[in-house]
């Protein structure tokens, strides 16, 4: 796995897939990027449920201003960590080791432009942070959900649908924007 655009470009991620951690694949992201277009460029982003950092790292090279990434275990967040120190990118993000909805309840708004969500499949933890994100109300936020290819997207509750909504293998991703 490796950062496929941008000034990080090339650089290879330091977490393998395997067991929980399930990073977004070189293609998707390619897709999700090329999506999002120049939204990532100056863009505040949060990177919840982190584990490889990929989607953060890959804000990052694309000219995202800066970059949160939320990630519950230690050692997938101390490998973010050592990556942004390796990759001279550290003074431009910052890693919190905690629970993904705490965290987003701890805030007082909604402080980012872009928002990335690629919790475990089986859980209903998509539709919590969408539901999060849904009442936060910034109009210029967009939400990027990464769900299972067969999964029912949380748009149904909210009434606001995807911008784009595209599948890779077992995963799709959707993208969401208020107003």
């Not at 650089?11 to 992201?29: A, D, F, I, Q, V």
């Not at 089986?122 to 990027?144: E, T």
Request: hydrophobic share 45%; proline share 5%; net charge neutral.
């Amino acid at each position: 796995m490796r950062i496929i655009a941008g000034t990080l470009r090339g650089h290879r991620l330091r977490c393998k897939p395997g067991g929980s951690l399930r990073p977004t694949g070189e293609r998707m992201r390619e897709s999700l990027f090329s999506s999002l277009g120049p939204l990532v460029s100056g863009a505040v982003v949060c990177d919840l449920f982190a584990g490889s950092g990929a989607l953060g790292f890959e804000s990052l090279s694309r000219g995202a201003e800066y970059a949160t990434f939320v990630e519950s275990r230690r050692k997938l967040a101390d490998s973010i960590s050592a990556a942004a120190d390796e990759w001279d990118v550290s003074q431009r993000c910052r890693v919190v080791c905690a629970d993904a909805l705490s965290f987003l309840a701890s805030l007082g708004g909604n402080p980012f432009d872009l928002l990335f969500a690629d919790p475990p499949f089986a859980s209903s933890l998509a539709h919590r942070v969408f539901d999060w994100w849904a009442a936060s109300g910034r109009r210029s936020a967009v939400l990027v959900l990464e769900l299972p290819a067969a999964a029912d997207g949380p748009v149904e509750a909210a009434g606001i649908t995807p911008a784009r909504h595209a599948v890779f293998g077992e995963s799709s991703y959707r993208i969401y924007q208020q107003g």
